[in-house]
């Protein structure tokens, strides 16, 4: 029972954080496929590798040293942020290079990065969960649910978010130094808020510390929560541009282009279309218009890079097809 409980709490708050991610790209939302991939990345590969690799040198730096206090402050301020992150930032990359034409943005950079991170959280916060019960009993397990969950849920997603916004500034970029150098500092950024994370949980004890460095995470997650809510109204201002032309062409209804750059009024359509029995129709319409503005986007910015002269003109034919099927 106390194993089912830790696991329950351990993956039940980091599925719902998960879909937390996935509804705030509302625009232009990722396949739910890739998604669940990158979310098991982060549960067996990151997880499982870093625990194997953070382990192995963390003996390592024992048998050097001879002392636990030095071996668990290295190993947590210095190799498991590198590890980690690198695991974790791997996933992020094979999205970027093999999905490259499902990474279209940077709440997309976001998304990917949060969810992996997510994935990670949920099988160290069980093992961690459980260890409270292990020393502690069911007070132990208490006390860790809310410390993992409730105070630092959503830390891995914050460290890990500055790899998938470096990836996102790439993609974006046509050439110079910052298309090259954003994915190397949005790296080193996670890596460096993760040791310094874990460096500040090794110094500070009690609660006092506990209190210190929830403030500190919070404060970083509110500034992530800014730029998230910012990322999120560009990819509102890039459908109210591109999506005009189409408009104007006759390919959606001057009620549907309203529709599609309101996360709200996208909402209240779906539902609407449930009872309609148009939901798949209404839904297929909306996505199609996030892809196409993201790919005029690119067109615009990087030119017909991967056939995105091809797509729009695909997009095009699809939402002719689906405008009188789609609800507003």
Known sequence: MPFLTSLFFGFAPMFLFSYILYWTDRYEREPKVLLG????????????????????????????TGSESATSFTT???????????????????????????????????????????????????????RGFQSDGWEGLWLLTFIRVGLIGWIHPFFTSFTGIGFAIMRMRRSGIIKYAAPLIGFSIAIFTHAFHNGLASILSGFGGLAIGSLLDWTGLFFMFLF??????????????????????????????HTAISVWKQTSARMRALSAGKYKATKRFYQICGELAHKKEQYHKLGNERNNLEIIEKNRVELASLKDRALW
């Open 228 to 257: 998230l809510l910012w990322a999120v109204a560009s990819d509102r201002n890039l459908l109210k541009k591109h999506l005009k032309e189409e408009y104007k062409l006759e390919l959606i209804t001057a009620h549907q282009y």
């Open 76 to 130: 947590a301020t210095l190799i498991a942020p590198v590890v980690e992150e690198s695991l974790k930032g791997l996933a992020v990359l094979i999205v970027f290079l093999i999905f490259r034409k499902e990474f279209d943005s940077i709440l997309d950079g976001i998304v990917y990065a949060g969810i992996v991170a997510l994935g990670f959280a949920a099988t160290e916060n069980t093992i961690y969960i459980y």
């Open 37 to 64: 991939a990158v979310f098991f990345w982060g549960v067996a590969i990151a997880a499982g590798g870093a625990y194997i690799v953070n382990t192995a040198l963390g003996m390592g730096i024992y048998i050097f």
